[in-house]
């Protein structure tokens, strides 16, 4: 009967040895899991980072590049405001250089008709 009992015994000691080694070694399989999905998360975060820090440079390029088109447009429309005004004046100035001339005129056709 005792021979019996250590013999149990000695089976359940194998048994839950062989039960705490497969633990182990699944333990130790879900850390390196574990330490994989991490190694990979990192990688996804840096990549994202790394397309978020480079989506923002283009986007700044793009808007200098813009900004510059909008300043050379407003110095374009100014130099053409100025013109305008320039053109009004000598429209102005012909205008009244032309009564001169009409009246000048006038005032030779009364003297030859005189």
Do not use: P
Request: glycine share 2%; hydrophobic share 30%.
């Amino acid at each position: 009967q005792l021979h019996l009992t250590m013999s149990e015994k000695n089976e359940l000691t194998k048994s839950l040895e062989m039960v705490q080694k497969e633990l182990q070694e699944k333990e130790s399989e879900m850390k390196r899991e574990i330490s994989a999905y991490k190694g990979r998360l990192l990688q996804a975060e840096k990549e994202h980072q790394d397309a978020l820090t480079e989506a923002n440079r283009k986007n700044e390029v793009e808007i200098e590049a813009c900004q510059d088109k909008v300043n050379s447009l407003e110095h374009f429309i100014s130099s053409q405001k100025l013109e305008i005004e320039h053109l009004k004046s000598n429209k102005e100035e012909l205008k009244n250089s032309l009564k001169e001339v009409n009246q000048a005129v006038g005032e030779l056709l009364k003297t030859k008709v005189r």
